[in-house]
């Protein structure tokens, strides 16, 4: 098994669109959210999102968007892009820049490409309302390509060149996880030497509204209060969108080109709930397994761990499983080491949640910061002994743990460690 490390980080988030930016947000706890009125409608119950900025995508054509700078792609590419195929575009420049990788290392055998999203609900309503109202006689050449779920893998893959494996995953909140957990697969077995993972997402009424059916967003108004998971007074997420890209290398290949990793990609563990189509099991029991998997794949202890990224949403049922799955993990007698989620600061970002959480852990370790628990104040009775820091803290983390749960229970738990040239 090969060593993987992570060469490359490229952001569009709501609390930036580079990495210094989302480096200093992170550092100094800085929240990206803003109110929002949907359809005009003040009685809409979503008053607060994590807002993508720099970018107008509130158009279906492509001929009316925006980017941060007027940096848009070639028309060649953008015309078959959804709304987070061009965050995903301006992410993927910076991750690209950042790990030093040429054209020809990309378009190559051995580099592979794997993405997540949900597709775009935006584009697939407005091609099948101008197919309603045409009676099937008009329609958007590129409007399958730019909708649906594979939308990234089909751009992308054919504007770097593609060579390698090229592979889209849906697991709902756990699909960049995965992307990111199987592109270690690549790279470990020697199937790859270069894997680029990208997640993204929409952010417009018809990717946030629907989970307002479901009951599971914030109705807060408050942009500053509206996120605080694990808080007694949490309701719900905050929906937000994006993108982020990770380069993964062979650490072979990573010291051949002289480039100083952010850190080791360790390993990985994955299980299933089996209990709710929405709902975590209550104890976190799935959660759990994964967690153990995980720790075992990479030889890692439970008491070496240095910190542990939550998914943790800010919802009342999703937190508390989570908790009691790190509860359970370590049992009695061993210290659990800090936990926050950064979702208190970007809100949740669905299917690239995994990969976006996966970069600020590479970011913390390479920058020894342990990213503080936002907008926490009042824990649950039952999280008391649980340790939270309400800031950013200065930390040598060796380990870090990093959780993705989905839809059917779908759980990854991804390890990370300290990089050494050895």
């Known amino acids: 098994m090969r060593r993987v490390v992570i060469t490359g980080l490229g952001f569009v988030c709501s609390i930036g669109n580079d990495k210094a930016s989302v480096l200093s947000n992170l550092r100094d706890l800085n929240h990206g959210f803003e109110n929002v009125t949907y359809f005009d409608n003040p009685e809409c119950r979503v008053k607060v999102i994590g807002s993508v900025k720099g970018f107008d995508t509130d158009s279906p054509y492509w001929q009316n968007w925006k980017a941060p700078l007027g940096k848009l792609p070639e028309k060649k590419v953008l015309m078959s892009l959804p709304p987070h195929g061009l965050y995903a575009h301006h992410a993927l420049l910076e991750a690209i820049q950042d790990s030093g990788l040429s054209r020809t290392d990309i378009s190559s055998e051995r580099t592979g490409l794997f993405c997540a999203s949900s597709g775009s609900a935006f584009l697939t309503w407005n091609n099948m309302s101008e197919m309603n109202e045409t009676k099937g006689t008009r329609g958007t050449p590129f409007g399958l390509l730019s909708s649906v779920c594979g939308t990234l893998n089909f751009n992308f893959g054919a504007s770097l060149g593609i060579q390698g494996c090229n592979c889209g995953f849906a697991s709902a909140c756990a699909s960049s996880a995965h992307a990111l957990a199987y592109a270690y697969d690549e790279i470990a077995l020697g199937r790859q030497d270069t894997m680029i993972v990208i997640g993204a997402e929409d952010l417009n009424a018809a990717t946030v509204l629907p989970f307002s059916a479901m009951r599971v967003l914030s109705c807060s108004g408050d942009p500053a209060t509206a996120s605080r998971p694990f808080d007694q007074r949490r309701d719900g997420f905050i929906a937000s969108g994006g993108a982020s890209v990770l380069i993964?290398?062979?650490?072979?290949?990573?010291?051949?080109?002289?480039?100083?990793?952010?850190?080791?990609?360790?390993?990985?563990?994955?299980?299933?709930?089996?209990?709710?189509?929405?709902?975590?099991?209550?104890?976190?029991?799935?959660?759990?397994?994964?967690?153990?998997?995980?720790?075992?794949?990479?030889?890692?202890?439970?008491?070496?761990?240095?910190?542990?990224?939550?998914?943790?949403?800010?919802?009342?049922?999703?937190?508390?499983?989570?908790?009691?799955?790190?509860?359970?993990?370590?049992?009695?007698?061993?210290?659990?080491?800090?936990?926050?989620?950064?979702?208190?600061?970007?809100?949740?970002?669905?299917?690239?949640?995994?990969a976006l959480e996966a970069s600020f852990c590479a970011l913390a370790i390479k920058n020894k910061i342990l990213p503080g628990a936002a907008h926490l104040e009042q824990p649950d009775a039952e999280f008391e002994a649980i340790d939270f820091p309400r800031k950013t803290l200065d930390?040598?983390?060796?380990?870090?743990?990093?959780?993705?749960?989905?839809?059917?229970?779908?759980?990854?738990?991804?390890?990370?460690?300290?990089y050494y040239n050895s």
């Open 248 to 354: 993964l290398e062979a650490y072979d290949s990573a010291v051949k080109r002289n480039v100083v990793p952010y850190c080791e990609f360790a390993g990985w563990g994955q299980s299933a709930d089996g209990y709710n189509p929405a709902m975590p099991q209550p104890e976190g029991k799935g959660l759990l397994r994964a967690m153990r998997f995980a720790l075992a794949s990479t030889g890692t202890q439970e008491k070496n761990v240095d910190y542990i990224n939550a998914h943790a949403t800010s919802t009342m049922a999703g937190d508390k499983a989570e908790i009691r799955a790190i509860s359970a993990l370590y049992g009695t007698g061993v210290k659990i080491p800090p936990i926050s989620s950064t979702k208190a600061l970007t809100g949740h970002t669905l299917s690239m949640a995994g």
């Open 395 to 418: 930390a040598d983390l060796k380990v870090v743990l990093s959780n993705s749960c989905g839809f059917g229970g779908s759980n990854v738990t991804l390890v990370f460690k300290k």
